[in-house]
């Protein structure tokens, strides 16, 4: 005689409640969560998806940038209105997940995560996911995280390669265990660079977002064991087992948390990319986009939006944002990209 048959699971989250590793206790975790994902390119497209999709109870997007046509390849939550607005990520990036879910408290943030507002945006994250394209940005997560006790999930890729870690502050070891030091701008590769292909970007992030669910769902025991690295190109799929090291950087073994401390980033310009310098104003610091935006339009050609004013000048290419950063593009260093905003926003 065969057992009686369950009526059909129809409910939002019913395919993530029938899956035994997550079951209805999980998801009842999951959707009272707090998750950040910072940076919201790619990675943070993908991983923001998944999160918002599986019924987080909030997701906070922090992201920088705005949205131009090069990105439309592989970054999912954006389309070519967004690039054609100019609109910053995060602000696309909510309109997007809020109509894709709107059980989920999603907020976008413009700004550039720093050490004077890691604190602030990061407090309270169960789970904080890694959707940065650099170092200065992923060690401050890591100290503010270990600092807290967040768990964090590192993620990047370039070209068809990526790497994935999940730290457990207090239980596995954390980036800097791993990296001792923050690379060198500029010695390794970077997708202005070298490229990089939507695939990896999919497989990275699933890869976090699953360590994430795990965490969430409370399910420590199926967590991975240390790093993952893949390259779709070559058919590589590896995982450091780190389960036998214990933590041991300064961070982890003796509470200094040196790149979160107020003031650590020193200058306020910083190589996005390849050819691109972003200055940062002071903290407060509001500024009437459209009267700079009226300013400009003498000078060369002007797109403008609520929330920045792009230009493109004979000599330069720049976006301002309304708390006065900056992106300045097609300089080679932080000096020439002042004398730019000198020139164009004022100092
Ligand atoms: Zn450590």
Redesign the pocket.
Known sequence: MSAPQSPPATGRYSRQELFAGIGPQGQARIRTAKVVVVGCGALGSSLAEMMTRAGAGGVTLIDRDYVEESNLQRQSLFDETDAARGMPKAVAAEAKLRAINSDVLVRGVVADLSTENADELLAGADVVLDGTDNFEARFLVNDVC?RERIPWVYGACVGAYGLALLVRPGVS??L??VLEEMPAPGSGPTCDTAGVVAPIVHVVAGIQAGEALKVLAGRTESLLPGVVSVDLWQGLFEVMDLRGRA?W?P??TEGRYDYAVKGAAGASAVLCGRDAVQIRAPRGTRVDLAGLAARLAAAGSVTANEHLVRFVGPDAELVVFGDGRAIVKGVRDAAQARGVYAKYVGS
């Open positions: 270990v070891p954390c800097r265990c933590p950087c961070a982890c």
